[in-house]
């Protein structure tokens, strides 16, 4: 890590540091929030309808962000939608009533899963690939998902044991839970901070933009590509949409009685083993390619999710998911590298964003299933139905795509 360090420019740098605060701001936030909703006095089915609206308003902010930043500037894109998420964590904090929760899940940023949401991750990704080699890529996206994940794992712990604290002090579970939410968005003003000192180092040179090519999305010579590998992940984010964090952490506490504090512990290990496995991938990778250890990596994961819910007691269902953990994220390096390499210079941001979406887009669907399943008493169907759609997913991109290499692998 402090080869790689030392390695990245100023930029890289700051770019590594948005995304240490912004995840542990979505840990910190995600073991919290499903509980935090309930005791406002919404029901399992308006929660998961919350947050599939959460993600459909996601997906509409980030796709005219990101299909717009090249043109209108990363910087300034990224700063609004640092502003975005101050709003919905104050809105958040602010009421309980449905309607403007909605509005607030809509228009901000907010992440119920622990996991990337909003326009960051695809714009942050488009400008580590301009200042970073085609051989340093896949490394760096590595090192950056390692870091996001050691972060949403401190803020797991973070915010699950900040809320217990407050409970054992004397404070009712709401206001303790509320403690949390407003902490989310005084982080949102961190991170405008941050990306407030960025260079124009990571913006588009006039060099490798090309006006005279017809543009949709922000996409030209790439269209069909990016829209291909789109449908794939909407696929797998429909399927990871059945089983995120805040619903998991919803499902412990219902079949087990487990604490928040035990939760944050939980998913801090989690989250740990996924960044290791994150960083794992890049060695997996240089030996055997992007497409095979997104796929071979990522089928093992889906079957030991769909074990998760046959686990008789605590310490075995834990077992298991830490160790679907432990391979979950070899793809996640592997994907954004892969994106980045197969488009053009000037189409990253829109195609990094443009994916981004489809991927909210599936996701958005599931959790309003999940949470109406969950409300059903058919606590372990999510975890089925979402592993075994997984797999599908790995089997139709690795026919695919498996011809199509990126440059390093050319090379």
């Known amino acids: 890590m402090r080869l790689l360090v030392r390695g990245l420019s100023r930029d890289g740098r700051l770019l590594f540091t948005t995304r240490l605060v912004r995840l542990f701001a979505y840990g910190f936030l995600s073991v919290v929030l499903a509980l935090y909703l309930a005791q406002v006095g919404l029901s399992a089915g308006e929660i998961g309808l919350l947050f599939t609206l959460t993600l459909v308003g996601d997906a509409g902010i980030t796709l005219w962000i990101t299909t717009s930043a090249d043109r209108i500037g990363r910087k300034r894109m ?64 590595a090192w950056y998902n390692l870091v996001g994940s ?112 035990v939760l944050g512990s939980i998913f801090f290990g989690a989250n740990i083993l996924a960044g290791i496995s994150a960083l794992a991938a890049a060695r997996v990778a240089a030996r055997i390619g992007l497409i095979n250890t997104m796929v071979f990596t990522h089928i093992p994961s889906n079957l030991l999710l769909m074990l998760v819910p046959l686990m008789p007691s605590l310490p075995l269902a834990i077992a298991v998911l830490l160790a679907r953990f432990s391979i979950s994220q070899m793809d996640v390096p592997t994907r954004q590298s892969y994106t980045m390499a197969v488009v053009e210079p000037d189409e990253r941001s829109a ?28 606590m372990s169907l999510p975890f089925f139905i979402s592993g075994g759609l997984k797999i599908i997913y790995d089997l139709a991109l690795y026919f695919n795509f498996r011809a199509m290499r990126p440059p390093e692998e050319r090379e």
Request: glycine share 10%; net charge positive.
């Open 351 to 378: 195609a990094a964003g443009v994916t981004s979406i489809a991927r909210s887009v599936g996701a958005a669907l599931s959790p309003s299933i999940a949470g109406s399943l969950l409300g059903a008493s058919l």
């Open 150 to 261: 050691f972060a949403t794992a401190t803020g797991s712990l973070a915010g699950g044991g900040l809320s217990q604290a407050l409970q054992s002090a004397g404070l009712s579970p709401l206001a303790s839970y509320r403690a949390v939410v407003v902490g989310y968005a005084l982080i949102g003003c961190v991170l405008a901070l941050l990306f407030s000192r960025l260079s124009p180092a990571i913006e588009i040179p006039e060099a490798a933009r090309t006006p005279a090519n017809p543009r949709r999305l922000g996409l030209h010579r790439s269209r069909r590509v990016v829209l291909r590998l789109s449908a794939l992940f909407a696929l797998d984010a429909f399927a990871g949409g059945f089983v995120v964090q805040s619903l998991v952490a919803y499902w412990f506490s219902a079949r087990f009685g487990v604490e928040p504090a």
């Open 78 to 141: 990224l700063l609004l939608g640092a502003g975005l998420m101050l709003l919905a964590g104050l809105v958040f904090a602010l009421t309980g009533k449905i309607v403007l929760l909605i509005a607030a899940a809509i228009v901000g940023v907010i992440s119920p899963s622990g996991n990337e949401i909003g326009p960051f991750l695809s714009i942050e990704q488009a400008s580590l690939s301009q200042i970073v080699r085609d051989q340093q890529r896949t490394r760096v996206f």
